[in-house]
């Protein structure tokens, strides 16, 4: 196990290193063009166009053409060099758009070099009569590999570890940097595929070009973008706090660059781990006191004693940095005094209804959790979701940008674990499309993969799931069971998916007692869990107490099990947990309620007296 672990940190430090060197070269990195290639490069295009010219001239004297309109138009890009469809934008421009747009910019006549990216011919003659005083120069990017998709830039999986070989990320070709200062970039961003719009080759590609060559701006000057596209760009590489202006389908941007090239030293994609911008063994924190951690509690206090543990669990492994805990009205005090007695600094919210959700369905409220982009008196959180712990410090998660996260399925990331932040314009951004993008899930995962396709990969032991798929090996099940218990730890987080541990007997995870669960039990993973819990100060604890219906249902699960003979025979186990003997409600006779299990509606809160009443916030020395 320890060479495994050494294997993960060895990644880091060997790409941390590859890195460093790549930044040292990397500001003033001006390809200096050979004039012969450049030549023959000429010669060639020439050559190409009077090849080009005779198939049009063949072409519309064949009789199979009926829009002669619609050649031209392809020939014109052609000559141009844009004749790859997943590049091209048949989007009309709104030239008064522009004109406004323009107007809203500061120094709109100190522009004297113009960038062009991705328009036709005709296009680039309208500009010269918009930006009459500039210089215009007609930027030429080289297409992406026509077998570079976006599952190969977001792929499922990776080899996180290098057992067998070293994840790389296909290159996207970038845009020389020409020899002329350029003060603003003008792009056209491809928009197709309807729903699918922002998982798009070509518009990523065109993004990333665009915004290298306002990096590698010479002498550090400020360079602006213009993007002529109606979908918004790339929100966590232009930040809407950048965004001068917007009319209609222009964006125009003023980026901070030295943001923006640090963010260009991000792999392309999912293709290979992410690193934290800084490297490290350093400070990757310009001010700890606007770093948190965020965690959200809505619609039940289910959630309240995992909350609590996994606060317990961020202080055990080191850090220091604030607590912070979204709760909306229905968190009662009493539960929100432990809260705060555990460390949270809690804030009270209004939950975000998903439009999309059925009333009263079990993800009606998870849009609740675009609220944290509203910590705007934080720079960076690392969310963490209730259900989980933290092994290992994580704070060097601070160094990474927006939206950083383990993967998921597919290409998409798993939002239990993630890098975000805050800023009220990004808010508004995910409740101005609420209407629009769905959810493949109804969860706020779901939703938040879709604004942000461009994310970055960190280790999956970053966010590592209870959880045995079905298909995994005897061995890859025994590997992980081990990477459960390892002591000192070599996981950074557990994440606890299923039934959770606290709402289990501690003697054995209960998630063995339902057939559909099975695959999330870990007794491992859940004695891990309880070791935090006993940790805790005796006054958090009483806020992991069972109440009598749970621990009817939990025996009721029990019998369900013993019926149908499970095999693994948990259901045998004779149940010691102390929390069995202790009454937190009016009810108390719970083997009672089993006799009548089905027929009546417990409710919880009818019943519940807290004991003792909500605690009064104190010093926590024990922790
Ligand atoms: C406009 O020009 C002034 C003076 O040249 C400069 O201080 C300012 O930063 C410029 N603004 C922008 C947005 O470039
Ligand atoms: C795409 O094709 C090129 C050869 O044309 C190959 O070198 C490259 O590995 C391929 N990339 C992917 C992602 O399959
Ligand atoms: C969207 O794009 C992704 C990545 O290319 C693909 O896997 C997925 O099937 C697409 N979804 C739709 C609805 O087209
Ligand atoms: C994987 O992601 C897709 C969305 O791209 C979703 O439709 C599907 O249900 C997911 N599968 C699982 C097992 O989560
Ligand atoms: C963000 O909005 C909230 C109100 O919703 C406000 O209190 C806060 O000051 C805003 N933050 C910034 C940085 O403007
Ligand atoms: C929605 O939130 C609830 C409560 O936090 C959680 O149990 C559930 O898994 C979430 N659902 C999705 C689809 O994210
Ligand atoms: C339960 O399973 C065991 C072995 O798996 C078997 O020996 C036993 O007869 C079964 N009991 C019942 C009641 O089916
Ligand atoms: C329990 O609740 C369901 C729906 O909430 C209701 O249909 C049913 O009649 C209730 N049962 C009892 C015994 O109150």
Redesign the pocket.
Known sequence: METRQRSVEDVYKRRSHKIKVEDVEKPFQIPIQDKNTKWKMQLLKLILVIILLAVFVTVLYSPTVCHPEHVSDSLARWMWGGSDPRYVSHEEVNWNEILDALDGMPNKTKIQGVGLLNFDNTENEMWKQVLPNSKHIHLHLDHAEENVTWNTIYPEWIDEEQDDEVPSCPTLPKLEVPRKRLDLVIVKLPCRNEANWSRDVARLHLQLAAAGLAANAKGYHQVQLLFVTKCFPLPNLFSCKELVVRKGNAWLYKPNLNVLREKLLLPVGSCELSLPLKPRDEDYSLNVKREAYATILHSADDYVCGAIAAAQSIRMAGSTRDLVILVDETISEYHISGLELAGWKVRTIKRIRNPKAEKDAYNEWNYSKFRLWQLTDYDKIIFIDADLLVLKNIDFLFGMPEISATGNNGTLFNSGVMVLEPSNCTFELLMDHINEFESYNGGDQGYLNEVFTWWHRIPKHINFLKHFWIGDEEETKQKKTRLFGAEPPILYVIHYLGRKPWLCFRDYDCNWNWDLLQEFASDVAHARWWKVHDAMPEQLQQFCLLQSRQKAQLEWHRMQAEKGNYTDGHWKIKVHDPRLKKCIDNLCSWKGMLKHW????WTDNKFFTPSPPALKKASLSAL
Request: glycine share 24%.
């Open positions: 089905g027929e009546t509606n």
